[in-house]
């Protein structure tokens, strides 16, 4: 008699999701695969010299870096152990009802057990597909804060463009070989964090409008 198929082991339903960390963290390769470019030292511009023109930066390093984007990857950080400790929850709960459910089989009937174990399948299919709509949520909140940073440091970036006369600014990632001078990136860090700080959080999707919405409604 074929053996009767058994109900899904939820540790490799509920696995803890993966949450990629702030792009350019600390530790974290950054850049198209070919490592950072090499800087060269030159001395400083002379008194009546120009400062040149073109202007180099690490974008990753930038965010990273900055109190801004040290305060996303806390959050990611904090976000990242409450989602995996729900998970641990949920997978121990699910643990617990597969054995008591596997005790159950010698006193129910075939069909009853199958019963049981398609919606115990079922609920557990729910709830993983609950908890990775958690995850890429969360996720998509880290990708909105990243766009709101650099938005913010665009003005930022340009006024450090007027004040040294430069033109251009590249990415560092997309260079060989450049002047240790042409790089600026720790001076807008510190510009940033000068002029724009940590930054707000980004609210939750809706939430702008309903508090648009609640003002409205005022008299």
């Known amino acids: ?23 350019g963290a600390p530790g ?52 990242g152990r409450e989602i995996a400790t729900e998970n641990d929850r949920l997978a121990d709960q699910f643990s617990a009802e597969e054995q008591q459910l596997t005790t159950l089989r010698a006193t129910l009937s075939a069909e009853e057990f199958r019963k049981r174990a398609d919606e115990f399948d079922k609920r557990v299919v729910e709830v993983r597909r609950e908890r990775d709509g958690v995850a890429r949520q969360f996720q998509e909140e880290v990708d909105e804060e990243r766009a709101a940073f650099f938005r913010a440091a665009l003005p930022v970036l340009a006024q450090l463009m007027k004040e040294r006369g430069a033109t251009v600014v590249l990415d560092q990632r997309a260079i060989f070989v450049s002047a240790q001078s042409a790089d600026v990136t720790d001076a807008l860090i510190e510009r940033f964090d000068q002029v724009v700080g940590p930054g707000p959080a980004v609210p939750p999707p809706g939430e702008g409008a309903k508090e648009g919405n609640a003002q409205g409604a005022k008299p």
């Open 1 to 23: 008699m074929a053996q009767e198929e058994q109900p899904p082991a939820p540790g490799s339903v509920l696995s803890a999701p993966e949450l990629a960390p702030v792009p």
């Open 28 to 79: 974290e390769a950054t850049g198209n695969g070919t490592g950072p470019a090499l800087l060269v030292e030159t001395p400083e511009p002379r008194q009546g010299q120009t400062a040149p023109q073109i202007m180099t930066i690490d974008p990753e390093a930038v965010f990273a870096r900055s109190g801004w984007g040290l305060r996303v990857q806390t959050e990611l950080d904090r976000r």
